[in-house]
């Protein structure tokens, strides 16, 4: 309790000494902690693009299809799962889906597309599809129209095709039939070429069903949850209860199993970044604590003159140093919070944009999480506490008459 | 005398339209003219049946000489009404939902017609064997008193997946009972069986054809329900304008 209320004591005898000590192990804790924030919340910015534009945060199969998308690797959307999917209340949304490719003609143009067939209402509430809108009307909007299909941009430059214009589709039914229909062009999706949604045709499941010869049969379920993180759980926990319908649920971790690998290395490269910083905020510190404590070596000659014991003066210091490390990171804690709330809202730009595992990527974010802000905390006060060894050593064992003498 | 002059005609010419007709032109082309005359007209199920789907087709079939046909289809309800049309080596489709007539590319010619177990290429070469294989009559391996063998090795200007075709033969009345497909390595890879022989339009013929593609575990039953071998149709019924008519 002594050591305690002498080691405060001491912080406030040299006010500037201990505040410009502190602004350093604050500085660093804040730089440290930011830095945190960055890395995870691009991540986190990057998984949420991922599962919002397209993937949903789980997806359930027919056994294999993942491995192998076939026509053929469909199943029926059964009621009894209908109702387990909407009473389910860690799920928020989920949508059914089709996927095919067909030949599309229009007048002597034709071009081969990707097909994705979407439940326009529930496919909203799980992806940001109706904001891919750039001309033209949503599926839901054109109720009037029949077979409907949003156009991606690039099919739209390639087949010149114009809002309101009849295309052909040509395909293979999943009963072994030519599949063959007209779609009327009601929108067309993605801003340039460049963009994903660009090279697809997105139809009403209704539509396509009929076009494919499917019936009731899907080839797709993607469901949103409260979080992304809550994906694996939630997939295990659906797989449990589907085992026996021979479905395979499987969280955005496996089904983007080339995205999510990409991150995986790309962090582990990160770690090197943060190892950098973690040894200038090591480096900082132990300045600091040095600057703290070699300064004062006469003044701890004097004690050791006096009569105090060397394991007094070593047990001060490490308090010390450890107490002024602790406050400048509770100061530093609401820097540290309030910066990375500010980037989780107002992320920086990135021009020109980047891809990362075929997800664009326009801005990075950071993000406020206990990780981001305790292990920054935990760290600072660590190093303070191990760095203060060397000093506290070296004065406790200090001959006073030298000690005083190199002042 | 009459029966010395009926048994010299019996001796002298029988013998002679036996040859012809077991020869192996003889035989290949008994088995190219079965289902035609100068034309006919049928009407045939179309069964497939694969791991994934099960599917009954009903069409009409129009022929004329070796060269032309015309599919068109009756049932299901959504393909009601899809042509073919074959002249020569040539084919097209006619979808009428999209009213578009496609000619078949040489590229898909090894592609499945209609999602059965023939391919395009076996509906335009169905009555070429004699002109595309050079055929031989061999001993047939399990039962050569009943049936003959042909063995048919692509020319070497023939354009074909195929390795060899076997065909046996029904000696007793020279229908077809069986023909195998094997690739370029001597596999098995088609087995199609002719059955339900039975009088049909005044001719014999085997009212049932099984197609099996072997890899695929798939097959394609062929059922003639009618069929009539001196049609009246139009002269231009084997044209694109007749192909476009709903």
Same mark, same amino acid.
């Given at each position: 309790?002594l050591?305690?209320?002498?080691?405060f004591r001491?912080?406030?005898?040299h006010?500037?000494?201990?505040l410009?000590?502190?602004?350093?192990?604050m500085?660093?804790y804040?730089?440290?902690?930011?830095? /945190?924030? %960055?890395?995870?919340?691009s991540?986190?910015?990057l998984?949420?693009?991922?599962?919002? !534009?397209?993937? @949903?945060? =789980?997806?359930i199969?027919s056994?294999?299809?993942?491995?192998?998308?076939?026509l053929?690797?469909?199943?029926?959307?059964?009621?009894?799962l209908?109702?387990?999917l909407?009473?389910?209340?860690?799920i928020?949304?989920w949508?059914?889906?089709?996927?095919?490719a067909?030949l599309?003609?229009?007048e002597n143009?034709?071009?081969?597309?990707?097909l994705m067939a979407?439940?326009?209402?529930?496919?909203?509430?799980v992806?940001?599809i109706?904001?891919k809108v750039?001309?033209g009307?949503?599926?839901?909007?054109?109720?009037?129209?029949?077979?409907?299909?949003l156009l991606?941009?690039?099919?739209q430059?390639?087949l010149?095709?114009?809002l309101?214009e009849? /295309?052909i %589709?040509?395909?293979?039914?999943?009963d072994?039939s030519i599949?063959?229909?007209l779609? !009327?062009?009601? @929108?067309? =999706?993605?801003?340039?070429?460049a963009?994903?949604?660009?090279?697809?045709?997105?139809?009403?499941?209704?539509?396509?069903?009929?076009?494919?010869?499917l019936?009731?049969r899907i080839?797709?379920i993607?469901?949103r949850l409260e979080?992304y993180?809550?994906?694996r759980r939630?997939?295990?926990y659906?797989?449990?209860y589907?085992?026996?319908k021979?479905?395979?649920?499987?969280?955005?971790q496996?089904?983007?199993?080339q995205?999510y690998?990409a991150?995986?290395?790309?962090q582990q490269?990160?770690?090197?970044?943060?190892?950098v910083?973690?040894?200038i905020?090591g480096?900082v510190?132990?300045i600091?604590?040095?600057?703290?404590?070699?300064e004062?070596?006469?003044?701890?000659g004097l004690?050791?003159a006096?009569?105090?014991?060397?394991?007094f003066?070593?047990?001060s210091i490490?308090?010390e140093?450890?107490?002024?490390?602790?406050?400048?990171?509770?100061v530093?804690?609401?820097?540290?919070?309030?910066?990375n709330w500010y980037?989780?809202i107002?992320?920086?730009?990135?021009?020109?944009?980047?891809?990362?595992?075929?997800?664009?990527?326009?801005a990075i974010?950071?993000e406020v999480?206990?990780?981001v802000?305790f292990v920054?905390a935990?760290?600072?006060?660590?190093?303070?506490?191990?760095?203060?060894f060397?000093p506290?050593?070296?004065?406790a064992?200090?001959?006073p008459?030298?000690?005083?003498?190199?002042? | 005398?009459?029966?010395?002059?009926g048994?010299?005609?019996?001796?002298f010419?029988?013998?002679?339209?036996v040859?012809?007709?077991?020869?192996?032109?003889g035989?290949?082309?008994?088995?190219?003219?079965l289902?035609r005359s100068?034309?006919?007209?049928?009407t045939m199920?179309?069964?497939?049946?694969?791991?994934?789907w099960?599917?009954?087709?009903?069409?009409e079939?129009w022929?004329?000489g070796m060269?032309?046909?015309l599919i068109?289809i009756?049932?299901p309800?959504?393909d009601?009404g899809?042509?073919t049309?074959?002249?020569?080596?040539?084919?097209?489709?006619?979808?009428?939902?999209?009213?578009?007539v496609?000619?078949?590319?040489p590229?898909?010619?090894?592609?499945s017609?209609?999602?059965?177990?023939?391919?395009?290429d076996d509906l335009?070469?169905?009555?070429?064997?004699?002109?595309?294989?050079h055929?031989?009559l061999?001993?047939?391996?399990?039962?050569p008193n009943?049936?003959?063998?042909?063995?048919?090795?692509p020319?070497?200007?023939?354009?074909?997946?195929w390795g060899?075709?076997?065909?046996?033969?029904?000696?007793?009345?020279f229908?077809?009972?069986e023909q195998i497909?094997?690739n370029e390595?001597g596999?098995?890879?088609?087995?199609?069986?002719?059955?339900?022989i039975?009088?049909?339009g005044g001719k014999?013929?085997?009212?049932?054809?099984?197609?099996?593609t072997?890899?695929?575990n798939s097959?394609t039953l062929?059922?003639?329900?009618s069929?009539d071998f001196k049609?009246?149709f139009?002269?231009?019924?084997?044209?694109?304008?007749?192909l476009?008519r709903?």
């Amino acid at each position: 309790m002594l050591t305690l209320r002498l080691a405060f004591r001491n912080l406030l005898r040299h006010k500037s000494r201990s505040l410009l000590c502190g602004l350093s192990m604050m500085g660093t804790y804040v730089l440290f902690s930011i830095s /945190l924030g %960055f890395s995870d919340g691009s991540y986190g910015s990057l998984i949420r693009m991922l599962t919002d !534009t397209h993937s @949903g945060h =789980v997806q359930i199969h027919s056994q294999g299809y993942l491995e192998r998308p076939s026509l053929f690797r469909n199943f029926i959307l059964y009621p009894a799962l209908k109702n387990q999917l909407t009473a389910d209340p860690e799920i928020k949304a989920w949508t059914a889906r089709v996927f095919s490719a067909a030949l599309i003609f229009r007048e002597n143009k034709s071009t081969i597309a990707r097909l994705m067939a979407i439940d326009p209402e529930q496919e909203a509430q799980v992806t940001t599809i109706r904001e891919k809108v750039q001309d033209g009307e949503y599926l839901s909007e054109a109720a009037d129209v029949t077979n409907p299909i949003l156009l991606g941009r690039h099919l739209q430059k390639l087949l010149q095709a114009k809002l309101g214009e009849t /295309l052909i %589709f040509i395909g293979q039914g999943a009963d072994g039939s030519i599949a063959n229909d007209l779609f !009327t062009v009601v @929108g067309i =999706v993605g801003k340039s070429s460049a963009d994903a949604e660009s090279r697809m045709i997105y139809m009403t499941l209704e539509s396509a069903q009929e076009f494919l010869s499917l019936g009731e049969r899907i080839h797709e379920i993607a469901l949103r949850l409260e979080n992304y993180s809550e994906a694996r759980r939630q997939a295990a926990y659906l797989q449990n209860y589907l085992k026996a319908k021979e479905l395979d649920v499987q969280p955005w971790q496996v089904v983007e199993e080339q995205f999510y690998k990409a991150m995986l290395a790309d962090q582990q490269g990160n770690w090197i970044t943060q190892a950098v910083i973690m040894l200038i905020v090591g480096l900082v510190v132990l300045i600091t604590v040095l600057m703290n404590t070699f300064e004062r070596r006469h003044e701890y000659g004097l004690l050791l003159a006096l009569g105090t014991s060397p394991g007094f003066i070593f047990r001060s210091i490490i308090v010390e140093m450890t107490m002024l490390s602790g406050l400048s990171v509770i100061v530093g804690l609401f820097f540290s919070s309030g910066l990375n709330w500010y980037f989780s809202i107002n992320g920086i730009a990135i021009e020109p944009p980047m891809e990362y595992g075929g997800v664009i990527f326009s801005a990075i974010s950071s993000e406020v999480s206990l990780f981001v802000i305790f292990v920054p905390a935990v760290f600072t006060i660590g190093v303070a506490f191990l760095v203060a060894f060397f000093p506290a050593i070296k004065s406790a064992r200090a001959v006073p008459i030298e000690a005083m003498r190199e002042n | 005398m009459k029966q010395i002059f009926g048994i010299a005609i019996f001796v002298f010419v029988f013998p002679f339209s036996v040859l012809a007709e077991t020869s192996v032109e003889g035989l290949l082309d008994k088995v190219d003219r079965l289902y035609r005359s100068d034309s006919s007209h049928a009407t045939m199920e179309m069964k497939i049946v694969t791991e994934n789907w099960e599917r009954t087709t009903v069409m009409e079939v129009w022929s004329r000489g070796m060269n032309d046909t015309l599919i068109k289809i009756l049932s299901p309800r959504k393909d009601k009404g899809i042509k073919t049309l074959k002249l020569g080596n040539q084919m097209w489709n006619y979808f009428p939902k999209i009213n578009k007539v496609l000619k078949v590319p040489p590229s898909m010619m090894m592609n499945s017609w209609m999602g059965s177990d023939f391919t395009n290429d076996d509906l335009v070469k169905e009555n070429t064997l004699a002109e595309d294989y050079h055929a031989k009559l061999e001993e047939h391996p399990s039962d050569p008193n009943q049936f003959y063998f042909i063995v048919l090795r692509p020319k070497n200007e023939t354009v074909t997946v195929w390795g060899k075709i076997s065909i046996s033969i029904r000696r007793q009345d020279f229908m077809p009972v069986e023909q195998i497909y094997y690739n370029e390595d001597g596999e098995k890879k088609r087995v199609m069986e002719f059955s339900g022989i039975q009088q049909m339009g005044g001719k014999m013929i085997p009212a049932v054809m099984e197609m099996r593609t072997l890899n695929k575990n798939s097959r394609t039953l062929i059922r003639y329900k009618s069929i009539d071998f001196k049609p009246v149709f139009s002269k231009n019924i084997f044209s694109f304008s007749q192909l476009r008519r709903k």
